[in-house]
């Protein structure tokens, strides 16, 4: 099993990223995606969630309206276009896979918004 993200780096406040993560070894169109996100000394924040099959994507309020998450099952990766950065943003994103017990981890991105 393996969660590549890339996409990240260093953008200027009002500024776009779009991280991706390429999936493989499980059946990527049967799991929820998500975006976490970590800062140095808070716990690890759920942005953006993908349901594996029916329902509907949501986010954390504080990324509501400028981060969408999008999938594409063909590819086995997920997606998480990220619009009016903010210097709250800055943090490691975290792509997550997740079917009943099964949660499998990516390595993380990191995203700096910064003047």
């Known amino acids: 099993v393996q969660l590549v993200e890339s996409g990240g780096g260093l953008v200027q406040p009002g500024g776009s990223l779009r991280l991706s993560c390429a999936a493989s070894?499980?059946?990527?169109?049967?799991?929820?995606m998500n975006w976490f996100r970590q800062t140095p000394g808070k716990e690890r924040e759920l942005v953006a969630h993908?349901?594996?099959?029916?329902?509907?994507?949501n986010y954390a309020d504080s990324v509501k309206g400028r981060f969408t998450i999008f999938r594409d099952n063909a590819k086995n990766t997920v997606y998480l276009q990220m619009n009016s950065l903010k210097p709250e943003d800055t943090a490691v994103y975290y792509c997550?896979?997740?079917?009943?017990?099964?949660?499998?981890w990516g390595q993380g991105t990191r995203v700096t918004v910064s003047s």
């Open positions: 997550n896979a997740r079917w009943g017990v099964r949660v499998y």
């Open positions: 070894g499980f059946a990527f169109s049967s799991y929820a």
């Open positions: 993908s349901p594996g099959a029916g329902g509907s994507t």
